[in-house]
């Protein structure tokens, strides 16, 4: 897997109904560009609500339909609970952080 094909996208902040369609915008242009997964580091997001969950789901459904992935790492525990609240957890490949993400690249390969 080359890596230039994986795009790393770090929001910060709230990732909320102010800010989901900024972030769908950003997902939708690095699919443009022809990214085959996109890592979604979360460790500067503090806090996420419905909308900002909603714009990852969307984001996912945009990747698939391009036939590339998206993944998660770095979530907080706010994060966490929303997701397994929501059965998103078994949705996303989560990893711890962005280190456990290339490891699991090298492992592919």
Same mark, same amino acid.
């Given at each position: 897997?080359?890596? !230039?094909?994986? =795009?790393?996208?770090?929001?910060?902040?709230?990732?909320?109904?102010? =800010?989901?369609?900024?972030?769908?915008?950003? @997902?939708?242009?690095?699919?443009? $560009?022809?990214?085959? @997964?996109?890592?979604?580091?979360?460790?500067?997001?503090?806090?996420? $609500?419905?909308?900002? #969950?909603?714009?990852?789901?969307?984001?996912?459904?945009? #990747?698939?339909?391009?036939?590339?992935?998206?993944? #998660?790492?770095?979530?907080?525990? !706010?994060?966490? @609970? #929303?997701?397994?609240?929501?059965?998103?957890?078994?949705?996303? $490949? @989560?990893?711890?952080?962005? $280190?456990?993400?290339?490891?699991?690249?090298?492992?592919?390969?």
């Amino acid at each position: 897997m080359l890596t !230039q094909e994986v =795009k790393i996208f770090q929001p910060s902040g709230s990732l909320d109904a102010a =800010k989901s369609q900024a972030f769908r915008q950003e @997902i939708a242009r690095i699919v443009e $560009d022809g990214a085959k @997964i996109v890592l979604v580091d979360l460790k500067n997001v503090t806090f996420m $609500d419905s909308s900002g #969950l909603g714009a990852l789901v969307l984001a996912f459904k945009t #990747l698939r339909a391009s036939n590339s992935k998206l993944v #998660l790492c770095s979530i907080n525990e !706010q994060i966490r @609970i #929303l997701f397994e609240l929501t059965g998103m957890d078994k949705v996303f $490949d @989560i990893f711890a952080n962005q $280190d456990e993400f290339q490891k699991s690249l090298m492992s592919v390969t």
